[in-house]
């Protein structure tokens, strides 16, 4: 069976389904993280920006661990699981939120300069470290 033929069936099954009975499959199987970003939809300012600080606090811990500059997936993997957790306050602190990518953008700048977050070649020349996942995040919830 083709992509496409299984992504029909699939779709056509889901159609049929109620509303309720969508809700459940969603609350079954969605990552914690789709939950977490819909409830911080509706936290308080107060609750958005604990949020955002605990966040910030831990970005600032990636961005310092030697560890994780040396290993570019792993540096990526972190950030995108942080960046995650504050999606659903875009709307609450996009100011702060706007501050802190400006923030990561220029660390990991001067992460290249001090050598960090190459990616070598197998004996060919080094790369820098480019995030597609990382860009395409912020392109989406600033675009």
């Known amino acids: 069976m ?6 029909n069936k699939v779709y056509n099954y889901l159609e049929k389904l109620t509303k309720n009975e969508l ?9 914690q993280s789709f ?23 831990t ?7 030697e560890d994780l500059l040396y290993n570019p997936d792993g540096f990526e993997q972190e950030l995108l699981k942080q960046l995650e957790k504050i999606k659903g306050l875009w709307d ?4 702060q939120i706007g501050d802190l990518i400006i923030k990561i953008i220029a660390d990991v700048e001067q992460a290249f300069e ?7 070649n197998y004996g060919k020349e080094a790369n820098y ?4 996942n990382v860009n395409d995040y912020v392109f989406q919830e600033i675009g």
């Open 92 to 95: 609450k602190l996009p100011i």
């Open 23 to 31: 809700i459940n499959l969603i609350l079954q199987f969605a990552p």
């Open 59 to 65: 970005i600032d811990n990636i961005l310092s661990d």
């Open 2 to 7: 083709n992509k496409a033929n299984s992504t």
């Open 35 to 57: 939950i977490d970003n819909i409830n911080h939809q509706f936290v308080s300012d107060k609750e958005a920006l604990t949020i955002f600080n605990k966040v910030s606090k």
């Open 129 to 132: 470290f480019e995030s597609e």
């Open 114 to 120: 001090n050598g960090y977050l190459y990616i070598e």
